[in-house]
Protein backbone atom coordinates (compact mmCIF):
# COMPACT_ATOMS: atom_id res chain seq x y z
CA UNK A 1 0.00 0.00 0.00
CA UNK A 2 1.46 3.62 -0.85
CA UNK A 3 3.02 5.77 2.01
CA UNK A 4 1.27 8.76 0.79
CA UNK A 5 -2.25 8.78 -0.41
CA UNK A 6 -4.44 11.49 -2.12
CA UNK A 7 -7.95 11.66 -3.01
CA UNK A 8 -9.25 12.48 -5.57
CA UNK A 9 -7.27 11.62 -8.18
CA UNK A 10 -8.86 13.63 -10.50
CA UNK A 11 -11.54 16.23 -10.27
CA UNK A 12 -13.44 18.81 -12.95
CA UNK A 13 -15.16 21.26 -10.98
CA UNK A 14 -17.03 24.62 -12.10
CA UNK A 15 -15.90 28.19 -10.66
CA UNK A 16 -17.24 29.25 -7.66
CA UNK A 17 -17.55 25.85 -5.76
CA UNK A 18 -15.79 24.62 -2.95
CA UNK A 19 -13.48 21.78 -3.56
CA UNK A 20 -11.73 19.64 -1.00
CA UNK A 21 -8.48 17.12 -1.51
CA UNK A 22 -7.43 14.96 1.44
CA UNK A 23 -4.70 13.57 2.05
CA UNK A 24 -3.77 10.62 4.44
CA UNK A 25 -0.19 8.96 5.07
CA UNK A 26 1.32 5.55 7.06
CA UNK A 27 4.70 7.01 7.53
CA UNK A 28 4.66 8.31 10.81
CA UNK A 29 5.76 11.32 9.78
CA UNK A 30 4.55 14.84 12.02
CA UNK A 31 5.93 17.29 8.56
CA UNK A 32 2.85 17.75 6.12
CA UNK A 33 2.96 19.58 2.77
CA UNK A 34 0.93 20.71 0.03
CA UNK A 35 2.10 21.95 -3.26
CA UNK A 36 0.52 22.84 -6.65
CA UNK A 37 2.83 22.31 -10.02
CA UNK A 38 1.98 23.90 -12.97
CA UNK A 39 4.14 23.09 -16.49
CA UNK A 40 7.39 25.56 -16.37
CA UNK A 41 6.92 26.73 -12.37
CA UNK A 42 7.53 23.46 -10.47
CA UNK A 43 6.56 22.59 -7.62
CA UNK A 44 5.12 25.88 -5.53
CA UNK A 45 4.48 25.46 -1.76
CA UNK A 46 0.75 26.34 -0.72
CA UNK A 47 0.33 25.23 3.07
CA UNK A 48 2.70 23.05 5.42
CA UNK A 49 2.24 21.56 8.99
CA UNK A 50 5.04 20.81 11.54
CA UNK A 51 2.46 19.05 14.17
CA UNK A 52 -1.68 19.02 14.19
CA UNK A 53 -1.46 22.38 16.16
CA UNK A 54 0.75 23.85 13.12
CA UNK A 55 0.05 25.41 10.01
CA UNK A 56 2.14 27.60 7.97
CA UNK A 57 1.25 29.70 4.72
CA UNK A 58 3.56 28.76 1.22
CA UNK A 59 4.26 31.07 -1.50
CA UNK A 60 1.26 30.64 -2.62
CA UNK A 61 -1.55 30.22 -0.18
CA UNK A 62 -4.46 33.13 -1.04
CA UNK A 63 -7.54 31.22 -2.05
CA UNK A 64 -6.31 28.11 -0.52
CA UNK A 65 -7.04 26.89 3.47
CA UNK A 66 -5.78 23.68 5.17
CA UNK A 67 -6.83 21.39 8.02
CA UNK A 68 -4.57 19.29 10.15
CA UNK A 69 -7.62 16.73 11.33
CA UNK A 70 -4.29 14.28 12.63
CA UNK A 71 -0.97 13.25 12.48
CA UNK A 72 -2.21 11.45 9.62
CA UNK A 73 -4.87 13.73 7.57
CA UNK A 74 -3.55 16.96 6.02
CA UNK A 75 -7.03 18.41 3.72
CA UNK A 76 -6.69 21.44 1.38
CA UNK A 77 -9.75 23.39 0.65
CA UNK A 78 -10.11 25.80 -2.48
CA UNK A 79 -13.36 28.03 -0.70
CA UNK A 80 -14.03 29.55 -4.62
CA UNK A 81 -12.65 27.55 -6.95
CA UNK A 82 -11.36 29.85 -10.30
CA UNK A 83 -9.81 28.66 -13.76
CA UNK A 84 -6.30 29.35 -12.52
CA UNK A 85 -6.07 27.03 -9.66
CA UNK A 86 -6.42 24.64 -12.37
CA UNK A 87 -3.19 22.00 -12.11
CA UNK A 88 -1.58 19.51 -10.10
CA UNK A 89 -1.38 18.64 -6.45
CA UNK A 90 0.67 16.73 -4.41
CA UNK A 91 0.89 16.04 -0.58
CA UNK A 92 3.67 15.66 0.77
CA UNK A 93 5.63 14.48 4.29
CA UNK A 94 9.06 14.39 5.79
CA UNK A 95 10.45 13.16 8.54
CA UNK A 96 12.43 16.08 10.99
CA UNK A 97 15.12 13.83 11.95
CA UNK A 98 17.93 14.91 8.89
CA UNK A 99 18.09 16.26 5.47
CA UNK A 100 14.40 17.27 4.50
CA UNK A 101 13.47 14.32 2.17
CA UNK A 102 9.87 14.48 1.01
CA UNK A 103 7.42 11.93 -0.22
CA UNK A 104 4.86 12.70 -2.07
CA UNK A 105 1.95 10.80 -2.60
CA UNK A 106 0.58 10.47 -6.14
CA UNK A 107 -1.57 14.17 -7.20
CA UNK A 108 -4.75 15.44 -8.04
CA UNK A 109 -5.31 16.76 -11.08
CA UNK A 110 -7.63 19.61 -10.69
CA UNK A 111 -9.63 21.41 -13.25
CA UNK A 112 -11.73 24.27 -12.81
CA UNK A 113 -14.22 25.28 -15.53
CA UNK B 1 14.38 36.09 -4.35
CA UNK B 2 15.70 32.42 -3.86
CA UNK B 3 15.70 30.52 -7.03
CA UNK B 4 16.62 27.01 -8.03
CA UNK B 5 17.56 26.92 -11.81
CA UNK B 6 17.76 23.56 -13.87
CA UNK B 7 19.54 23.51 -17.33
CA UNK B 8 18.57 22.24 -20.09
CA UNK B 9 14.71 22.49 -19.66
CA UNK B 10 14.28 19.47 -22.05
CA UNK B 11 16.26 17.26 -23.18
CA UNK B 12 15.42 14.40 -25.85
CA UNK B 13 18.25 12.09 -26.85
CA UNK B 14 18.94 8.54 -28.16
CA UNK B 15 19.18 5.77 -26.20
CA UNK B 16 23.26 5.19 -25.07
CA UNK B 17 23.67 8.39 -24.93
CA UNK B 18 25.26 10.34 -21.94
CA UNK B 19 24.01 13.51 -21.21
CA UNK B 20 24.18 15.69 -17.80
CA UNK B 21 21.58 18.02 -16.15
CA UNK B 22 22.39 21.01 -14.09
CA UNK B 23 21.03 22.57 -10.65
CA UNK B 24 22.48 25.98 -9.47
CA UNK B 25 21.42 29.03 -7.43
CA UNK B 26 22.83 31.82 -6.13
CA UNK B 27 21.90 30.56 -2.67
CA UNK B 28 24.22 28.10 0.01
CA UNK B 29 21.81 24.72 0.98
CA UNK B 30 22.21 22.67 3.68
CA UNK B 31 21.18 19.78 1.61
CA UNK B 32 20.32 19.18 -2.10
CA UNK B 33 17.68 16.41 -3.01
CA UNK B 34 16.81 15.05 -6.56
CA UNK B 35 14.14 13.58 -7.37
CA UNK B 36 12.37 11.96 -10.70
CA UNK B 37 8.70 12.12 -11.88
CA UNK B 38 7.07 10.29 -14.06
CA UNK B 39 3.85 11.03 -15.80
CA UNK B 40 0.50 10.48 -13.01
CA UNK B 41 2.69 10.03 -10.48
CA UNK B 42 4.73 12.47 -7.58
CA UNK B 43 7.76 12.97 -7.36
CA UNK B 44 9.84 10.01 -5.95
CA UNK B 45 13.13 10.57 -4.10
CA UNK B 46 16.62 9.25 -6.01
CA UNK B 47 19.38 10.88 -3.26
CA UNK B 48 19.89 14.00 -1.12
CA UNK B 49 23.72 14.93 -0.79
CA UNK B 50 24.40 17.31 1.76
CA UNK B 51 28.99 17.85 1.95
CA UNK B 52 30.22 20.22 -0.19
CA UNK B 53 32.20 18.00 -3.19
CA UNK B 54 29.89 14.90 -2.56
CA UNK B 55 29.79 12.62 -5.29
CA UNK B 56 26.75 9.68 -5.21
CA UNK B 57 26.54 7.24 -7.39
CA UNK B 58 23.23 5.09 -8.45
CA UNK B 59 23.99 2.60 -10.94
CA UNK B 60 24.31 4.58 -13.81
CA UNK B 61 23.47 8.36 -12.41
CA UNK B 62 26.15 10.05 -11.00
CA UNK B 63 25.40 12.84 -8.55
CA UNK B 64 27.56 15.89 -7.29
CA UNK B 65 27.04 18.17 -4.82
CA UNK B 66 28.93 21.68 -5.54
CA UNK B 67 32.10 22.69 -3.21
CA UNK B 68 30.26 25.53 -2.13
CA UNK B 69 26.69 23.91 -1.74
CA UNK B 70 25.26 26.37 -4.37
CA UNK B 71 24.82 23.89 -7.29
CA UNK B 72 24.60 20.34 -7.98
CA UNK B 73 24.35 18.09 -11.58
CA UNK B 74 23.43 15.02 -12.59
CA UNK B 75 25.06 12.63 -15.11
CA UNK B 76 23.62 9.86 -16.44
CA UNK B 77 25.48 7.02 -18.43
CA UNK B 78 24.08 5.16 -21.35
CA UNK B 79 20.77 6.56 -21.13
CA UNK B 80 17.82 3.86 -21.40
CA UNK B 81 14.16 4.39 -22.13
CA UNK B 82 13.53 3.80 -18.12
CA UNK B 83 15.31 7.14 -17.54
CA UNK B 84 12.40 9.25 -19.25
CA UNK B 85 10.79 11.23 -16.72
CA UNK B 86 10.86 14.77 -15.17
CA UNK B 87 14.01 15.13 -13.17
CA UNK B 88 13.67 17.78 -10.50
CA UNK B 89 16.17 19.32 -7.56
CA UNK B 90 15.32 20.76 -4.32
CA UNK B 91 17.63 22.47 -2.27
CA UNK B 92 16.64 22.85 1.64
CA UNK B 93 18.44 25.91 3.40
CA UNK B 94 19.40 25.66 7.20
CA UNK B 95 18.66 28.66 8.22
CA UNK B 96 16.38 27.84 10.85
CA UNK B 97 13.24 28.18 9.62
CA UNK B 98 11.64 25.95 7.31
CA UNK B 99 13.02 26.60 3.64
CA UNK B 100 12.82 23.58 0.93
CA UNK B 101 12.57 24.85 -2.52
CA UNK B 102 12.47 23.27 -5.96
CA UNK B 103 13.76 24.12 -9.33
CA UNK B 104 11.19 23.70 -12.86
CA UNK B 105 12.56 20.51 -13.26
CA UNK B 106 14.57 18.95 -16.58
CA UNK B 107 12.24 17.13 -18.71
CA UNK B 108 14.13 14.00 -20.24
CA UNK B 109 12.92 11.52 -23.19
CA UNK B 110 15.23 8.85 -24.26
CA UNK B 111 13.96 7.61 -27.76
CA UNK B 112 14.88 3.56 -27.97
Known amino acids: DADVTQTPRNRITKTGKRIMLECSQT?????MYWYRQDPGLGLRLIYY???????NKGEISDGYSVSRQAQAKFSLSLESAIPNQTALYFC????????????FGPGTRLTVL | TQLLEQSPQFLSIQEGENLTVYCNSS?????LQWYRQEPGEGPVLLVT?????EVKKLKRLTFQFGDARKDSSLHITAAQPGDTGLYLC???FGDGGFKTIFGAGTRLFVKA
Open chain 1, 92 to 103: ATSDPAGPDTQY
Open chain 1, 27 to 31: KGHDR
Open chain 1, 49 to 55: SFDVKDI
Open chain 2, 27 to 31: SVFSS
Open chain 2, 49 to 53: VVTGG
Open chain 2, 90 to 92: AGE
